[in-house]
């Protein structure tokens, strides 16, 4: 089984995290994660405090295992993270914004805190603040999001918060994208779009099979939707949404100023279709990681399958590694056992290679 340092830091077998969307979240889907092996998540952005209790009292009686609850700092509903704080959670996560205090709140309930940033600034303003683990987001990911690439972001926020786990997010879709996020330096990664496109998430079947069909072109960044909800894309890390295209998004991107003198309305229109189920009307919200699924599946399908891949590309990494120079260690030992972090970690650094 694939490992890393992760695994023991929140006590699961693999490391895979469910992001916590909000408005794709449900114990359901939180607890299926976890009883993969990996570490589920709740998300409470746009939602009632009624929803987000029932989902952390439902999470406790799917699962035994880990899981996570996810909080917006600019967005913060009070009694919701009062609540989550006595259900004391093995994690919770912020993202979008520097949590602050929040913090230490979160650690004297006893949960280990990760936060999710965009650049290496936050990186280390979340390093300083007393993160336990730094989610690296890159550009490419469903829902709010910065402008720098995972392939970019991870590395660098690797080496400046060292030695504080790093995850990657953003542009992973399979197998491959964890190995390679694993060579970048990452303990783990976490996916989103990945797991809206499975059986127990709680979106509408329209919203699943627009992943599917995409192609990563598709998922564009939504800016006309800080024009009609300021916050959270506004505040904080300054984000926006990506999304497929709707009828709704075409629409409006091409009336930004409308947009901003009907917001009220436009998100009236927007809480409605959410509440009664048909979300994908006006957002189809996904990443660039689209294009590479093609089938909607059960969870413990998907992860079994990642990390069939994962532990193949590392295999096949280390034949590789027998070819090249002897100034270049093997990435695995002899032995055909899962890779590790620390066999990972035995990769010199890029000058020690040459060219």
């Not at 919770?92 to 914004?97: D, E, H, M, V, W």
Request: charged share 20%; hydrophobic share 45%.
């Amino acid at each position: 089984m694939l490992t890393t340092p992760l695994c023991d830091l929140f006590g699961i077998d693999v490391p895979i995290i469910l992001a916590p969307m909000g408005t794709c979240t449900s114990a359901e889907l939180a607890a299926a994660v976890s009883n993969a092996g990996g570490l589920g998540g709740i998300g409470t952005l746009f939602r009632s405090f009624a929803a987000i209790k029932r989902d952390i009292d439902l999470a406790k009686t799917l699962t035994q295992r880990p899981f996570a609850i996810n909080h917006i700092p600019q967005t913060l509903d009070a009694e919701a993270f009062r609540y989550t704080l006595a259900a004391r959670p093995a994690v919770i996560s912020f993202t979008l914004a520097d949590p602050g205090d929040l913090t230490r709140a979160a650690h004297d309930a006893g949960a280990r805190v990760m936060v999710q940033v965009t650049t290496v600034d936050q990186a280390l303003q979340a390093a300083e603040s007393g993160a336990d683990v730094i989610i690296a987001q890159g550009g490419e990911s469903g829902g709010y999001c910065g402008e720098v690439s995972t392939m970019t972001l991870v590395p660098q926020v690797v080496d400046a918060v060292s030695p504080i786990p790093v995850v990657a997010s953003g542009g992973i879709f399979d197998g491959r994208g964890i190995a390679a996020a694993l060579i970048l330096g990452a303990v783990g990664v976490n996916l989103g779009t990945r797991f809206i496109a499975s059986k127990e998430a709680p979106a509408p079947l329209q919203w699943k099979e627009a992943i599917v069909v995409a192609k990563s072109e598709d998922a564009i960044k939504a800016e006309v939707l800080n024009d009609i909800t300021p916050l959270p894309g506004t505040a904080g890390f300054k984000t926006v949404l990506r999304s497929l295209p709707t009828d709704f998004l075409t629409e409006w991107s091409a009336k930004r100023d409308e947009a901003r003198r009907q917001r009220d309305r436009l998100r009236s229109q927007i809480v409605s279709t959410t509440q009664a189920g048909r979300q994908h009307e006006c957002l189809l919200t996904a990443g660039q990681t689209a294009g590479g699924i093609s089938e909607i599946l059960p969870v413990g399908e998907i992860m079994r399958k990642l990390i069939a891949e994962a532990e193949a590309a590392l295999t096949k990494m280390q034949w590789r590694g027998e070819q090249a120079p002897h100034s270049r260690p093997k990435l695995m030992p002899e032995a055909h056992s899962s890779p590790s972090l620390a066999a990972l970690q035995e990769v010199p650094e890029p000058d020690s290679l040459g060219g």
